[in-house]
């Protein structure tokens, strides 16, 4: 079986009548923990197709954890999904496909997933969605899934080479000129305490919460010594606070 052949059998669908979609949930997604990404700009597009098309947001789901963890590693996608199957929510909304998933595989079997219950799921900026407007399968979607995930990916890594060159440039101009690299924070710096709260308050939640270090660590693509050094100086508990 050739490797289009397996990926349209992966996501082989069945017609339902999911012609007037009436509920929704949004999941958004955001890489950075801190405030340089937000993901309010996703909300507000996503909430409002879903006011032009007179479908009601019954809850929306926001993450902030970076696009390279994988799908099992996103705790918040992952009650989204639940989420959606046990209140029987007609579709879930995507602003794009690489919010959804960054590699093929991880894209499809999370479309099969909202597929086998019967959830439609759209992608705004790619216009996609996993049934048609009369109910029946997108039977060209796993082709163009595969075909997005595959440049998304290569956009990544092109974007990754491209952060390594400037930096090593930077570095090499650095040592040149004074012998140093001239990365790391200035002698005697310390971060104030409240941008730390902010910055780091996924962190935060998940320690309140309970949430073992590594456990934090992974879910918020941050270094465990960071985490420890956050517990130690916010003083939290291992015991969940209510």
Known sequence: ??????????IRLNPYNLKDMKTAVIYA????TGERQSTERQVIDLTDYANKNGITI???????ISGAKRNT??????ECIEYAINNQVDVVLFSELSRCGRAVWEVLDTIRTLKDNGINAYFQKEGLSLFQEDGQENVYLAVMLSVLCVCSQMERENIHYRLQSGRK?????NIAATGK???GRKVGYRKPAAKKMEEYKEVL?????????R???????TSESTVKRLKREFGISSTPTT
């Open 1 to 10: 079986m050739t490797e289009t052949n397996l990926i349209e059998h992966n």
């Open 29 to 32: 997604r955001v890489s950075s």
């Open 58 to 64: 019954c809850k929306t789901f926001e993450e902030h």
């Open 73 to 78: 590693e996103r705790a918040v996608l992952s």
């Open 169 to 173: 440039v930077f570095i090499d101009k």
């Open 181 to 183: 690299s001239g990365l």
């Open 205 to 213: 939640k998940l320690l309140r919460a309970g949430y073992p270090i």
């Open 215 to 221: 456990k934090v660590a992974k879910l918020t693509d």
